[in-house]
């Protein structure tokens, strides 16, 4: 028996046969996997999780796919930190820290790829595709390489180098596109219309791909020993990841792995250059798509969010909120990162914990509640950007007398 029924439509609830789709052709609304979840109940355990491997894939039984033929490099699984030197320095007792920087190609973007390509090939898909602000196209580069299948992948021509020569190494077919995220995304969307056999991880076989997320709130509630946090922190581009981990803890509560799922506060942050869902949770108004995006956190920077409609739903009825933070935040909280927990993170971490020092700050997050943030992608991606906010050391003789004149100038800028 399958545990998946089929797609559903999110919006009129119309019910299609498992395939290469994402809209509904009744109301145009997005569709989502449709479990049986009685065949879930009875096949999940947390015993079985504990003796799987250690990636999505212990979580299989909660996963999309019929079957074992994954296309795995390994993604997720990764370390709840319990960030106590930045939960100090923030003010808050319980801090946890989820680093998704260490996945395969270095960004949480292995985990819905690791899905969607496995999907896709059991669909009979001929070749992979995506749209990408960046580290989509290294997932799906890499995951076809080792699925042996052809990949396309639509990029704005505008991101960070050190990214696209990652993807590039990889050699899928690279598509740079003169224009924004949601140009590429535009033109990927065509070509995948006229070519109905390729999957495009997040187009038109999309309801797979927002999957794999929820593997990131299932490892964190068995990393907290099968408990909920109070309050998450989880950064917002197109806003699928915030959804994925919201139905994340809800599922796990209906499997009765976890209790208090509802009791979870849901928030969110974006770069105030790009920040459509943060702004419609502040103003409570509708996500408006903008044109003009202006920010370093290039992973971030959708204009028009596919999930951003769901996303401000999910956090205000959670009582969450949305915090917007500048590049010279962003980059502050990189180095705060790193000097107290020793993670590096490209811009997207750096808006997701300058986001939770804003929402401390700002009285959103209570210093007693249990918080785990998301960190979703490497500095090692980004390092021209990051260069400019570190400062090169000036070169000394390798001589020792050199060395203790170096060390006095270090001793007098502490003090
Ligand atoms: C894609 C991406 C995000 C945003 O994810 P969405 O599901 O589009 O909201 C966050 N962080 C990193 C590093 C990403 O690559
Ligand atoms: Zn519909």
């Known amino acids: ?91 808050l007792k319980e801090l946890y820290i989820l680093d998704d920087s260490v996945n395969p190609t270095n960004s949480f973007k292995d985990r819905v790829t690791s899905v969607a390509v496995s999907k896709a090939l059991e669909l009979g898909a001929t070749a992979i595709g995506c749209a990408s602000t960046g580290n989509l196209a290294s997932a799906v580069g890499a995951h076809a390489a080792k699925a042996g299948i052809p990949a396309y992948v639509f990029i704005p021509s505008s991101i960070e180098t050190g990214k696209i020569t990652q993807m590039l190494t990889y050699d899928p077919n690279v598509i740079a596109v003169d224009g924004t995220y949601d140009d590429a995304n535009r033109l990927a969307s065509e070509v995948a219309d006229q070519n109905p056999d390729w999957a495009f991880v997040n187009i038109n076989v999309r309801p797979y791909y927002t999957e794999g997320s929820r593997t990131l709130a299932f490892e964190t509630a068995e990393q907290l020993g099968w408990n909920a946090p109070d309050h998450i922190v989880a950064p917002l581009g197109s806003g699928a990841l915030l959804c994925a981990l919201t139905r994340g803890y809800k599922e796990l509560e209906k499997i009765g792995f976890i209790d208090g799922s509802s009791c ?110 998301y960190v979703t992608g490497n500095g090692l991606k980004a390092q021209d950007t990051i260069a400019g906010a570190v400062e090169r050391p000036e070169s000394i003789k390798p001589s020792y007398s050199e060395f203790t004149k170096k060390l006095n100038n270090i001793t007098k800028t502490n003090n």
């Open 1 to 91: 028996m399958s545990k998946v029924i089929g797609l559903k439509c999110r919006e009129c609830g119309a019910e299609y046969e498992a395939g290469i789709q994402n809209t509904c052709y009744e109301c145009f609304g997005p569709l989502e996997v449709h479990y049986d979840w009685d065949e879930i109940q009875d096949t999940a355990s947390k015993e079985k999780i504990a003796r799987g491997p250690p990636s999505i894939w212990r979580y299989a039984d909660l996963l999309p796919i019929d079957g074992t033929n994954y296309v795995d490099l390994g993604s997720g699984y990764n370390k709840l930190h319990h960030a106590k030197n930045l939960g100090k320095e923030l003010g």
């Open 264 to 373: 979870i506060r849901i928030s969110g942050s974006q770069p105030s250059g790009c920040s459509p869902i943060s702004t419609a949770v502040q103003n409570d108004t509708e996500v408006i798509p903008i044109r003009e995006l202006d920010t370093i956190a290039h992973s971030l920077a959708i204009g028009n969010p596919a999930d951003g409609y769901y996303a401000k739903q999910a956090i205000q009825t959670s009582g969450g909120y949305a915090a917007s933070v500048t590049n010279e935040e962003i980059l502050e909280a990189i180095r705060l990162l790193a000097s107290t927990e020793g993670i590096f993170t490209e811009p997207a971490g750096g808006t997701t914990v300058a986001g939770l020092k804003s929402l401390v700050e700002s009285g959103h997050i209570d210093p007693d509640e249990r918080t785990v943030v």
